[in-house]
């Protein structure tokens, strides 16, 4: 069983000596996602978790302190973050410091095509990616979404949640449960799913911190246009906005 905040601890520890190199030049904090800037022109970034961001008109007491700082202290709140945005924040400076992936180390393909999803599969999607939706209904696979979000869609209680990814075939999993410290919990609930992929743009793209996992895919993005993605992300913008200027990536964990 792992313990909350177990993978958080790792991509820290691991991460460190890389910000202890570099300064950040920007921070940028958005309605849908955060990016970090750094001295080098790597650029990171992580989803707004927006009906869990503080209340009040001081969300970030410590705004306008962060450019020209170390790294490291932004990274800090990835295991010293007092809620979910500063946590976000943390993965946003992480993202940025973890090395992109060579390119033959990557799969480009369609996120579900790696999946075998096919006839009475039983698929459990934890958060819900509203686009791989039909795609994976038309593969035949029996797909099932658990979500928090109840503005999105019914909300499933949590017998049925436990049920559900008990006996899933395949698991998909927001990176947005790394942010609110659900992952660990999401995980000790599988059992011998022959698939699990992290998905979304927060996905921190480090093989390692998961090979304790039954993770077996990474599905996350590397930022191609710093300028732009920092730019839209002031704006408001989200994925749709962003998605021209990142390179999504697939990665295996095994």
Request: hydrophobic share 45%; aromatic share 4%; with cysteine.
């Amino acid at each position: 069983m792992l313990k909350t905040g177990t993978i958080l601890a790792d991509l820290y520890e691991r991460i460190t000596p890389e910000a202890k190199n570099r300064e950040v030049i920007d921070l940028r904090i958005g309605l849908g996602y955060i990016g970090v800037r750094l001295d080098n022109d790597s650029t990171g970034i992580a989803a707004v978790l927006f009906d869990a961001l503080p209340h009040g008109c001081t969300v970030v007491p410590a705004a306008g302190s962060f450019a020209g700082s170390p790294a490291t202290d932004l990274l800090q709140y990835l295991v010293a973050g007092k809620n979910h945005l500063e946590i976000a924040m943390g993965m946003a400076t992480a993202n940025a410091l973890i090395k992109p992936p060579p390119a033959d180390a990557v799969d480009d393909r369609e996120a579900t095509t790696y999946l075998n999803l096919q006839k009475g599969v039983k698929v459990a999607m934890v958060g819900l990616f509203a686009p791989l939706v039909a795609r994976i209904r038309a593969t035949g696979a029996e797909l099932t979404v658990i979500e928090k979000n109840s503005a999105r869609m019914e909300i499933v209680g949590d017998t049925e949640k436990k049920d559900i990814l008990k006996s899933c075939d395949v698991a998909i999993i927001t990176a947005t449960t790394l942010l609110n410290n659900t992952f660990e919990e999401t995980i000790n609930l599988l059992e011998t799913p022959h698939a699990v992929a992290i998905m979304g743009p927060s996905t921190p793209l480090m093989p390692a911190i998961f090979r304790q996992t039954p993770v077996t895919h990474l599905g996350g993005a590397v930022v191609a246009d710093s300028a732009r993605v920092m730019q839209i992300i002031s704006e408001g913008g989200g994925t749709p906005s962003l998605r021209p200027y990142l390179r999504f990536v697939n990665l295996m964990v095994r």
